[in-house]
């Protein structure tokens, strides 16, 4: 076969999978944690979840609603720090001009890590009544899923 033809070949075969790989990752996804999902479609997510860990736990009614609690406070951390803004769109921001905007980012920082701080000791408080709530048999289910480092699998395999 001709050098050319080869390297014609090569390269159509090279921008097909590019394109194609490109096309397969371009879906805009409705996940929980994506900013296209609303609030209606996170509660459900949460309360999906709760169920979820709830039954993996074997959860009583009061433990079960703590574990609601934690969620529900994650969730109201969670909008605390990004503060009813669009993240992507205060990233593109700060590089929408010629030079990066130091002082916005810095401003942008300050202001995500003093929500964080403020929003933290309900999460923690939600966090503990809810540990403190398990028995011991379901808090060593804990550790060993942490162990495990939270892998898809990690829960019952």
Do not use: N
């Not at 033809?5 to 096309?23: C, D, E, M």
């Not at 048999?137 to 480092?149: G, I, S, T």
């Amino acid at each position: 076969m001709k050098t050319w033809i080869k390297r014609s070949l090569v390269g159509l075969f090279g921008a097909s999978v590019l394109f194609g790989g490109l096309a397969a990752c371009s879906h805009r996804t409705h996940a929980p944690w994506s900013g296209t999902a609303t609030e209606a479609e996170r509660a459900e997510w949460r309360s999906r979840m709760v169920e979820r860990v709830a039954g993996r736990l074997d959860l009583d009614a009061a433990q079960k609603a703590r574990l609601a609690t934690l969620a529900d406070t994650l969730a109201a951390q969670r909008k605390a720090v990004l503060g009813g803004t669009d993240p992507r769109a205060d990233v593109q921001s700060l590089v929408a001009g010629e030079r990066f905007d130091r002082a916005k980012a810095a401003s942008l920082f300050d202001e995500r890590t003093g929500a964080l701080r403020q929003a933290s000791p309900p999460v923690i408080a939600a966090l503990a009544d809810f540990y403190d709530g398990l028995r011991p048999e379901q808090q060593a289910k804990v550790r060993e899923f942490m162990q495990r480092r939270g892998h898809r699998h990690g829960w019952g395999a």
